[in-house]
Structure formats: C-alpha cells, structure tokens
C-alpha cells in the first residue's frame, strides 16, 4: 500500500504513453462488451428459455399451422400441467423498417404460462375485457413512444388489412435479458377476423410437471400426433432457442475469433509499452536494488503498473460498453436481448488483468534477473 | 585505524584475500589480487587509482551488489560473502549507504519521496518516517526542496538529496562511488564538507572512490589501487580514532 504513490508516479512519467495504453486496453475492452452483447442478443433466448416449457410446432415447418383441437388432446397427456398457444401476425406499424413481434395470443392462459413477465392486474383486466386491445413490451412502447390507451394501427404483411389495437397495458421483464419487445393481442379476435386458416394455431406451449421427465413427454406428444395431417415436433423451450441461434451460424465462434485477435494484439502493444517502460529505467530499478529492494519486489512493481494500467483502461471500456448498451438498441427493436450482465462486466476486467499480467510478466522477469553491477556500468 | 596488510583485528569492515576475476571472452581479467582491508567505525577512506583500476569493483563488493570470485569480506561481525541473494539484500538495506555517481535519485519522485526509499522498507510509522526524512535532509541543507523533482534540482543539490537518502536508514557505512565526479568544483567542495561532517559530527564510517586529489585530502587516510591490491599513500593525523 505504501507503494501505491510510487506506482502511480511511475505511470505518470510519461503521460501520453500511458493514456495510449490505458487506451488500448479501453477500445479492446469496449469491443469485448459489445461482442458478449451480441452474442447475448443471439443466445440470451437460451440462457432464459424455462426448464420445466416444452413447444410443439408442425413437424413440417414453424410456418405451418397446428389444430386448436390439439389442445384438449394435449392437455390428457400424462405430465403435462398447463397449456397455451399463440400466431405470428407478422405486421408493420407505419413502415416496413419498423419490426417487432405481435403475437396472437390466448389470453385465459398466456400469463400463466409465462410468468417472468411482470404484468399489472388491473392493465391485465383491461386488455383482456377490449376484443381489440393490446399489450405491449416496455422496450416497443419505449421505441414508438405509446401510451396505455393509445390506438395503434398494424398492417398485415400476409394477412390484408390495417388491423387497430387500444394499447391496455405495458409489462416489463424480471430478467434484464426478458425479451420485452413483444406485442400480444387477443387470439379468439384474429381467429375471427382472418380470412383464412381459422380455427389453427401457429404453436403450443406446454408446461410440464417434471423438468426430468421432458424426455419422455416430447416422445408422448409427439406418438399422440403421428400418422396424423398435422404431424408435431416438440421440443423444450432451450433447445428451440439454440436452433435458432444455430440459423445465424457459427457466432460463438466467430466472436471468440474476433475477440482473441484484439486480445493478442492488445498483449503485444502493452508487452513493448512495459519492456521499454523497463528499459529505460535500468539505472533507477539498479539503485532500488542496491538499496535494499528485493528482486521480487521489482518484479511486483513492473506488474502492478502494468495491472494497474490494464485495471483502469479494462475498467474504461466496460463502462463506456455498458453506458453504450444502456443508450439502448441501435437495430431500434431488432435484438430482444440487448445487454450487458455483470457477469461479462466481471469477465471483461479478468480478462484485461490477465492480460496485464501476461504483459508484463516478461519485463518484470527482466527487471527482476537485472543485476546490480550490470545496470550500473551500462552508462 | 585502517590497515591493509591483512593484520587488524576487531575491526569494523574486514577484508581478506580479496579476488575478482572477469571473463571478457576467452580472456580473464584479474581485477583484484589478493586485496586486504581493515576499517574501522568513524573512518574515512579515500580510493584512488588509474581507470580500470577496480575501485567500483571493490566498492561494489564491499556494499553486497557483486560477489568475489573468491576470499572474504566480514562487516560487524557478518561474513556477507557467503550470504544468499535475499539475505544479501536485507543486509544492504541495514548496513550500507550508496552514493553513486550518476543515476541516483528516482525522477518522477520528490526529493522528500527518494529520501524516504529506504525507509519503505523498514517498519517504521509514516510519522516516524516523516520524522528521518526531515532530519537527513535538514543535514544535508535542503529543507526548503523537500517537494521539489530531481529535475528541479542542481547537480550539487542532487548529490545532497543522495547523501539524504543514504544516510536516513542510519547505516553502517556509505560507499560514495566518486561523488563528486559530476560536479564543478563549488559544489564538489560543498559536497566533500558535507561527507566530512558526517564523519566528524555524526561519527559515519565512509569509503569513497575518487579521482580527485583534492577530494581526496579531505578523508582521513587515502589508499592507491595497484595491481589488485591496496597501498597506503596518506594518512591524516586528525579524526581517526
Ligand atoms: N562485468 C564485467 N565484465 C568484464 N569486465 C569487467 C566487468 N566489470 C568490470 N570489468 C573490468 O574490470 C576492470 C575494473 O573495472 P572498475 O569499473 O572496477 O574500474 P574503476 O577503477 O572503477 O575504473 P573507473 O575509474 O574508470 O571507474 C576494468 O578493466 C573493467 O573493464
Ligand atoms: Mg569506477
């Protein structure tokens, strides 16, 4: 501790070498931010996805529908507990740029199925008693700048016509990776209304009493509907997120690259920045020598500045990373899962200590060999 | 008394036997020969003799950077040339006081931060430490450049920051590796009263290399460095005890 303002001194002597490192190590570690907030927009459906909810699909394709007559069959099936369904719309509102999900939905069983969303009773009341109305995710209604009570027109991309809904009600999620930009209206009113396609729904979810049992319940669902117009696949909810994630290809992969390139580079700069920091001051980490400093005290010294510099440029980028995605999500909407957990802030400083150390460990192991004699006739 | 046949005894830094031999490539140079020394508590000794002579080589074994190729160097009782690195070390930092000639102070800390090194080192409050930095450099005359940066400094005031710091630990002895070789005349003066009163009020015990005979008058007993070996050349009447 008492070391601390020699430290610092040391890291002051030449300023704008410093601040280019701390620098270095606040760009890589910005990026590394932005990297896991990517690959979280991506996976975060994954990470959240409940254990104990199964999704039956058409077998032939999400796009294909399902029987609403399933229901009651699957509801007999043993370890299955509750049961609720939904339909893509696939609307816009104004324009095509503005993307988000509407999903119809079942409004006697949707909220229970889904209880990480947190839904005011008396919005809930009043969204279910509107044949037109509408809830909505806090981060759409952010985005478009709704009200409770607003009337917001979607137009239909495959289905026609500009379809008006009364905003009842806002939710927000319990989880800062709950995906709050969807937009739920009643399914019995777009069963009516559609043209086309009634009385089918675009998937179930299923809740089951036993995580452990999901095996065994998907293989039952799926023998209920076999030889039947309508064959299913059904899967839990964490293996249909991964299979999404899987259509965008290989980005944990992609993201590791990337991110191990910036990192090595990040080690080579400060490794030279602390080997001439080291070199330069022979003479003076001599005299701490002849004086009574131990060996291992000029090799600790090396690497605290190069911690210290890798703490605070580390501790740099996180923050701008985090203040970034605090601004919100630049695709306005498209990346439900737009954040930074502490748990990537944490990885991020451990990663940029690390590396410090790494850095500096070669200058401060010459630092520590450097012999008193040597240094001093080196003049 | 200060001897260097090789018969005191009870003194305060003894030498016996003394080589050092360098390899520079296939040939061996042999530095020191055989070079005997006794000093004792509150002398001041001067070392002369030609460039390459190896006066910093036996400067730099007697304070515990270099180690001899073979004899044996005994200060208050401890042998120091068998001890281990580490141990080396903390003998260093409670026995000698350096003064080099160049290289000296840390430029990014204060005069009052360089004189307080040593002292990081020991046990000692903040109080206290602030309490040894004030004194070593009220001895030294520089009270009034305790927050001033090397650079802010003379040459002549460098030096004495130097002298501070190699004295706030209180040490056994200072090796002063031609202090004055970098100063102009006034200031090597004011430098050589300075070590003299530190020999003569504060009872310090100084070895200095030198190749200035004028500096060198100031110490008590001046030794020539021939062929590896010490050689009497003067010895004042006053001082040494
Ligand atoms: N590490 C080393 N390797 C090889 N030779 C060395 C080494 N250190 C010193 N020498 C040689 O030992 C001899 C004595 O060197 P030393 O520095 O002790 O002389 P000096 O009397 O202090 O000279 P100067 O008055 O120039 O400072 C010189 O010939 C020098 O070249
Ligand atoms: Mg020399």
Redesign the pocket.
Known sequence: MRFLPFIFANLFRKKIRTVLTVGSFAVALFLFGLLFVVRGAFTGGVDIAGADRLVTINRTSIIQPLPLSYRDRLLKIRGVKQVTFANWFGGVYQDERNFFPQFAVDTDTMRQMFPEFRIADDQWQAFVADREGAFVGESTAKRFGWKIGDRIPIRGTFIPGVWEFNIRGIYHGTRPADDTTQFWFHWKYFDERKPFGKGFVGWYTIRIDNPDRAVEIVKAIDQEFVNSPWETKTDTEKAFAASWVKQFGNIQFLILTIGGVVFFTLLLVTGNTMAIAVRERIGELAVLKAIGYSDGFVLRLVLAESLMVAAVGGALGMSLAKLFTLAGDPTRGLLPFFYLPASAIAAGIVTALAVGIVAGMLPAISAMRLRV??AL?RV | MVRVDGNGNSSLICVRGLDKK???GSEE?H?LQGLNLDVEKGEFVAFM??????????L?LLGGVDVPTRGRITVAGDEITHMSGSKLTNWRARHVGFVFQVFNLIPVLTAYQNVELPLLLTKLSKAERRKHVGTALAVVDLSDRVDHYPRQLSGGQEQRVAIARAIVSDPTFLLC??PTGDLDRKSADQIMTLIERLVEEYGKTVLM?T?DPLVAKRAHTTLH?EKGALVEAATKEVGAS
């Open positions: 004699v040597d006739r | 360098y390899q520079r140079i530095v003799g030609p460039s390459g002579s190896g006066k910093t080589t036996l730099n590796d031609e290399v190749h460095l």
